[in-house]
């Protein structure tokens, strides 16, 4: 029989090794492609089809097979959640640590990445978000400046984010490759692709006008949502 203690603490660790997965992403082994929310052709001219055919169909494509594949030789991982290998990658052996990490990362990253856009033009965010940003960065457009300039400044490839933290601050961050921020930290409202396949094929290396348009794209339905839900020590 556990103590009392260590009852609640293998329930702890049960909850995070075996919950479904927040936000409906794709859960666990073998994991699947997760459908766009919308056409391929929705997001035009903003994004055209063929660009969100490739970077769903064929580079998203990509990362769940290759997490698939990584993860084939190991039954003992096969039940972690998405979240859990981001989270945790360092756990796995060091053969196929970085494989596991870079993969899931890429899975996770995508996903949240095509779920917040929408084919709805040039919303606005909702009241909660547009307190939070007015009150932490003085303005929409100043904050869209600041998250433009994380974009745009990422060297290489890697994404943008806009971050809820445990107070419910907003922070910008970017992260390279396919990097997850610390997720026992802080929860990912919004993130931008700026690995060269989210948009050369239509804006070659104009980076910025890429990113300019993004911000026409932007759920920020699902934003809200996503800030409302996020874990908070002082709400
Ligand atoms: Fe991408």
């Not at 055209?48 to 990362?63: L, N, S």
């Not at 084919?119 to 939070?132: F, I, R, S, T, V």
């Not at 802080?186 to 104009?206: C, I, T």
């Not at 932007?218 to 934003?223: G, K, L, S, T």
Request: charged share 20%.
């Amino acid at each position: 029989m556990l103590s009392g203690s260590i009852y609640y603490k293998s329930i702890y660790i049960k909850m995070i090794f075996h919950r479904k997965g927040l936000f409906g992403m794709s859960d666990r082994y073998p994991f699947t492609l997760k459908p766009l929310p919308y056409a391929q052709e929705a997001l035009e001219p903003y994004l055209d089809a063929k660009i969100i055919f490739f970077h769903h169909e064929k580079h998203q494509q990509a990362y769940v097979d290759n997490l698939n594949k990584a993860l084939q030789k190991y039954p003992a991982y096969q039940d972690w959640s998405l979240r859990a290998l981001v989270l945790h990658a360092d756990r796995f052996p060091q053969a196929i640590r970085t494989e596991i990490y870079n993969n899931a990362g890429g899975v996770f990253n995508h996903e949240l990445y095509f779920d917040c856009m929408t084919p709805e033009k040039d919303m606005q965010p909702g009241p909660n978000m547009a307190a939070a940003i007015e009150n932490q960065f003085g303005s929409y457009e100043k904050w869209k400046e600041k998250m433009q300039d994380s974009a745009v400044s990422v060297f290489g490839s890697g994404w943008a984010w806009l971050l809820a933290d445990r107070r419910r601050q907003l922070r910008i961050m970017k992260t390279a490759n396919q990097n997850v921020p610390m997720l026992s930290a802080f929860q990912p409202l919004l993130l931008v692709d700026v690995w060269e396949h989210a948009y050369y094929l239509q804006y070659q290396n104009r980076r910025a006008e890429y990113v300019e348009n993004w911000f026409r794209l932007i759920n920020w339905e699902y934003v809200e949502k996503r800030y409302l839900d996020s874990p908070c020590f002082v709400c």
